[in-house]
Nanobody, 123 residues
Framework: VQLQAYGGGLVQAGGFLRLSCAAS????????MAWFRQAPGKEREFVAT????????YYGDSAKGRFTISRDNAKNTVYLQMNSLKPEDTAIYYC?????????????????WGQGTLVTVSS
């Protein structure tokens, strides 16, 4: 599976962005998907994940109440809607996929990674 993340950019605090991650290759619909992020000087952290059929989602503490993960299996795409953005949300955002119906928050569980898209939130 190849993943291509896009949609990042510069936004003011309080604004919003929608990230997309397009998948190609093997049967995308049977993969759990996730978003992680890495801020400058920090370790990569879990943001959100969604099961293969979109029936279940789970969010990291930083994303709860502000971010929404979704997917469109017909388009082989997973999305991350980010609202009420804060300067501390500034990071490179990565999408990831794992071969299986279950989702996890640990990055080591994900076999496939996109190249990342930069989100910068100005104060």
């Amino acid at each position: 599976v190849q993943l291509q993340a896009y949609g990042g950019g510069l936004v003011q605090a309080g604004g919003f962005l929608r990230l997309s991650c397009a998948a190609s290759g093997r049967t995308y619909s049977r993969y759990a998907m996730a978003w992680f992020r890495q801020a400058p000087g920090k370790e990569r952290e879990f943001v959100a994940t969604i099961s293969w059929n979109a029936a279940s989602t789970y969010y990291g503490d930083s994303a709860k109440g502000r971010f929404t993960i979704s997917r469109d299996n017909a388009k082989n795409t997973v999305y991350l809607q980010m609202n009420s953005l804060k300067p501390e949300d500034t990071a490179i955002y990565y999408c990831a996929a794992r071969d299986g119906v279950s989702y996890y928050t640990e990055e080591g569980r994900y076999e496939y990674w996109g190249q990342g898209t930069l989100v910068t939130v100005s104060s």
